[in-house]
């Protein structure tokens, strides 16, 4: 698993943007896949997670209902829609591979093996 998280960028608050996490390495298909962010001086957080099998999701409650994660399994991609984006929501944005083989939904960090690099979002107030 080789990941390349895209799509960040500077929005203003209530806009959107859609972030994309490509698999240029072996596609795997019974894998969960998470979206974290770390802003200055924080700890990295989770945002939300899918099972690429069956579309499964998880979300933070920060994010519930204006994010939505979503896999397309012929791209081997993840996004990341991200509406009513607010100032707090500023971050690096990373993406994450569990390919640990369990069934889970997680949301530790720990628990994800694979990791992309960040794509800053920024949001004006």
């Known amino acids: 698993v080789q990941l390349q998280a895209s799509g960040g960028g500077l929005v203003q608050a209530g806009g959107s943007l859609r972030l994309s996490c490509i698999n240029s390495g072996r596609a795997l298909s019974n894998i969960g896949m998470g979206w974290f962010r770390q802003a200055p001086g924080r700890e990295r957080e989770f945002v939300a997670s899918?099972?690429?099998?069956?579309?499964?999701?998880y979300y933070a409650d920060s994010v519930k209902g204006r994010f939505t994660i979503s896999r397309d399994a012929a791209k081997n991609t993840v996004y990341l829609g991200m509406n009513d984006l607010k100032p707090e929501d500023t971050a690096v944005y990373y993406c994450?591979?569990?390919?640990?083989?369990?069934?889970?939904?997680?949301?530790?960090?720990?628990?994800?093996?694979?990791w992309g690099q960040g794509t800053q979002v920024t949001v004006s107030s």
């Open positions: 899918i099972r690429l099998k069956n579309g499964w999701t």
């Open positions: 994450a591979a569990d390919v640990s083989g369990l069934y889970r939904l997680s949301s530790t960090a720990a628990d994800y093996a694979s």
